[in-house]
């Protein structure tokens, strides 16, 4: 399977690449190969996964189509490492405790300091620093996709 994704890597652009997100379909695939003797789930997605790059791999050109088919494929096998499995994409805890803090420092600024702009500092600060650190606890146990 790690083949055909080279085989991928080399015939498209860079450009493309990076649209395919390329890497993470290769982080993926590993995860659901890791997971598929004991989940029937990831057995299939493994499947299906293959199954697209296969796709692409035929095409002589990729149109938005194929990008977008690809996007929503690894969506759902995300989603479901996330649920199923727990673990978590690069960057899932910043985003989430980022609008966690926006949220709790746009509260904190109309009330205890009566001013927005700092109450928002403050939290945005607090959401990324928080963020960072479960992403690298996360990262430090393996648990990233
Ligand atoms: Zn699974």
Redesign the pocket.
């Known amino acids: 399977m790690a083949d055909r994704i080279n085989e991928l890597r080399n015939k498209v652009t860079p450009k493309e690449e990076k649209k395919l997100e390329l890497d993470k379909v290769e982080r993926i695939l590993k995860r ?1 190969e890791q ?2 003797s ?6 299939k ?1 493994w499947k299906i996964l293959g199954e697209n790059v296969d796709t692409l791999l035929e095409k002589n050109e990729l149109g938005r189509e194929d990008f977008e088919r690809l996007k929503k494929v690894k969506r759902g096998m995300i989603s ?2 996330q649920k ?2 727990k673990l978590v994409s690069e960057g899932q805890n910043v985003g989430l405790f980022m609008a966690i803090g926006i949220s709790i420092g746009t509260t904190l600024g109309l009330t205890v300091f009566d001013n927005l702009a700092i109450g928002l500092c403050l939290g945005l600060a607090m959401g990324v620093a928080v963020g960072s650190g479960k992403d690298a606890e996360a990262k430090k146990k393996g648990l990233t996709i």
């Open positions: 659901l997971f598929s004991e989940c029937e789930t990831c057995a997605y479901h490492l199923t499995h």
